[in-house]
């Protein structure tokens, strides 16, 4: 069956940096955008960053842009989120997500595929 399972959420300081991974099986992840989405308590679910099945082209949402970057292993069917520069206001459950296709902008109904989610705090 399809799991997406990430790893490498935890606790850090503001300034920090984190690496999350998430590896895929039970589709064929090699024809499949991937990203990032967050989610915050009391907050909606909203995208951080996508990757296109080749990694040719990534896309970052503004609040991430340019302290996140994403990539992508088709060998061994992993992503990850390289965070740095990390805020109080990155703290959130954040999920990694498979599409056959993202939008522009992108929306949740685009997912194919969810994780179970990792924690990611991060204290002033």
């Known amino acids: 069956q399809v799991q997406l399972v990430e790893s490498g959420g935890g606790s850090v300081q503001a300034g920090g940096s984190l690496r999350l991974s998430c590896a895929a099986s039970g589709f064929t992840v090699s024809s499949y955008s991937m990203g990032w989405f967050r989610q915050a308590p009391g907050k909606e679910r909203e995208w951080v960053s996508i990757i296109t099945w080749s990694g040719a082209h990534t896309y970052y949402a503004d609040s991430v842009k340019g302290r996140f970057t994403i990539s992508r292993d088709n060998a061994k069917v992993t992503q990850y989120l390289q965070m740095n520069s990390l805020k109080p206001e990155d703290t959130a459950m954040y999920y990694c997500?498979?599409?056959?296709?993202?939008?522009?902008?992108?929306?949740?109904?685009?997912?194919?595929?969810w994780g179970q989610g990792t924690q990611v705090t991060v204290s002033s």
């Open positions: 997500a498979a599409a056959k296709v993202f939008s522009l902008p992108v929306r949740r109904s685009d997912v194919d595929y």
